[in-house]
């Protein structure tokens, strides 16, 4: 292990957009700001080889010299996202093809399919030449693999290479035909097959495609991006020893697990656009109108967490590495509206970050371009080059981070929150519901700890990461682990299970013994119904709160207690022991009474915060949020604390920060 990072500044870069001369400028200035970090060079592989085998390196040569000669630490991204047109006319077929059958055409980024070894071939090839070159540069800092993969729904694709290669995974999985069909139940509807070459990409049915069948093409595609990215660092790591690698994860992009994906990283990072998120984060028109200038105050925070997680799956719990790669500085240009952050916003996403450990906050971009797609998405700088308001905010966001010699030093959480990419697939493939949404389900639980200010650790669902926990929460987890029960079982935390929760096999099958599977191992319960029902809906229980969209109804076995019924009679929250099943999805009443309960059973203190304040601990230093439009007393959160910076009343979108 190493020892704490010390916490800085970087900023997305793009010399080939701007005159030379005016580099050295923006080098100074981005210096002058605070800036450590600068990452170039990820859309840049029409200007790396303007034609087949013609490289023009040298003017990344001089970029790289101009921010070297002002003490700034590059970050260099491959360009694999954004092939040139060249190399889309020699291999047409590298398009990702939708599932309505149509290419996905050159004009803008991503414009490539997982699948397509032709391709990667290609990105092996510049990936390989640009490690060679820049791999020992004394100014590069981290290397950064592609960009954001996933983005505008990238990673499934329909093509023949994506046939061809599941056709192979499933022979490799299942090795006969048989054993697919059985795993798959497709003697429903004469579905069976009698070769790997009969089976088709599930697109273009009359009517919806076997779960199974979806499921497995989910984790094929999923796959294909863990191998796609490994090719890269496989490339990169001996070419440039010592030398960090990352990928920039994105909000909200659950079509690949990112928990396998890291396994190859030494560092994960995302790009953070909280105003440009609220518009997915929910559906409470109330919510959005409160935060409209300053984002959902746990959405971010809640991929903070996540991508904390993934930068722990290589070096482990003890050394894990986080970052945020883009920041928003702005108004956006990509969301159904871009209102601009209101005042503070830009500051408190900063610390927010820190808070949660991240090493490095990276605003996206340094100048706002006059051109092309993204002419209207705010940076540092105006478009004429001249400081932008986030500029300022940059600026005294490097001094605060000096003043109290800020490093990252997340300790373990006593509570870990699950969260597993291939129950986002399942509730996807099989909603049964219209607006059941795994990511909606993990931030209601998520969104109850933070209102009674818990630190949380979102983990995979794996053994170690759940073992030595106070309290485990398991919402929506589609198939139960034996293992990972197991681990529950003998260490024995509070758990927190449902709704949905081991209901389905690894095969997407009803289990035999019926839901919640394997965990009936931690509390006798039994899933003989669900229902899912409309917006208009809610299932009010007696003692308040509500279920929303979502209600099981259970059977108790012996040893197992009523905790909570509907209003109409029926059980909705069990208990046997430390072992907790709730049977729906919760209403943000409910999941605060739920949470508050079993955390006082697990001996986790609580408070009950003002709904717009939120509390981080980083190592010794306590950060406080205000999310809302008005100062909030809180006094009785920082009694007897020295007081870095802030203070009581906590104004509107500020933060305050305390030594422990």
Known sequence: MTGPRRQTLGVCYYPEHWPEERWPVDARMMAGAGISHVRIGEFAWSRLEPDPGRLDFDWLDRAFDVLHAHGLAVVLGTPTATPPKWLVDRMPDMLAIDEQGRPRGFGSRRHYCFSHLGYRDECARIVTLIADRYGGHPALAAWQTDNEYGCHDTVVSYSAAALAGFRDWLARKYQSPDALNRAWGNVFWSMEYRSFDEVELPSLTVTEPNPSHVMDFRRYSSDQVVAFNRLQTGIIRPRSPGIPIAHNYMGRVVDFDHFAVSADLDIASWDSYPIGFLDRDTDDIDNKRRYLGVGDPDNQALHHDLYRACGEVRNGAADGRWWVMEQQPGPVNWAPWNPAPAPGAVRLWAWEAFAAGAEVVSYFRWRQPAFAQEQMHEALLLPNGEPNEAHEVC??????????????????????????????????????????????????????????????????????????????????????????????????????????????????????????????????????????????????????????????????????????????????????????????????????????????????????????????????????????????????????????????PLGARQVLAARL
């Open 395 to 648: 600026c005294a966001v490097s001094r605060e981070l000096a003043q109290i010699g800020a490093v990252a030093a997340p300790t373990r959480a006593d509570v870990a929150l699950v969260f597993d990419y291939e129950s986002a697939w399942a509730w996807h493939i099989q909603p049964q519901g219209r607006d059941f949404d795994y990511f909606d389900l993990v931030l209601r639980f998520y969104r109850a700890l933070r209102r009674l200010g818990i630190s949380v650790d979102v983990t995979p669902p794996a053994p170690d990461a759940v073992r030595g926990r106070k309290l485990v929460v398991v919402p929506g987890l589609f198939s139960a682990d034996e293992r990972l029960v197991e681990t529950l079982a003998e260490d024995n935390p509070a758990v927190l299970l449902g709704p949905r929760s081991g209901s389905k096999t690894a095969d997407f099958q009803i289990a035999g013994d019926l839901p919640p599977g394997a965990f009936r191992w931690l509390i006798d319960v039994t899933v003989r119904r669900v229902e899912s029902v409309p917006p208009f809906a809610d299932i009010p229980l007696a003692g308040g709160g509500a279920f929303q969209g979502w209600r099981e109804f259970l059977a108790a076995g012996d040893g197992v207690q009523v905790r909570r019924t509907s209003a109409d009679g029926h059980p909705a929250h069990l208990a046997a022991g430390k072992a907790h099943y709730l049977g729906g999805r919760p209403d943000e009443e409910l999941a605060l009474a739920v949470m508050r309960d079993i955390a006082a059973q697990a001996g986790i203190e609580t408070h009950d915060l003002h709904r717009d304040i939120r509390i981080r601990d980083n190592g010794d230093v306590r950060y406080i949020f205000n999310y809302g439009p008005e100062p909030v007393d809180i006094d009785d959160l920082v009694a007897g604390q020295a007081v870095l910076f802030g203070s009581s």
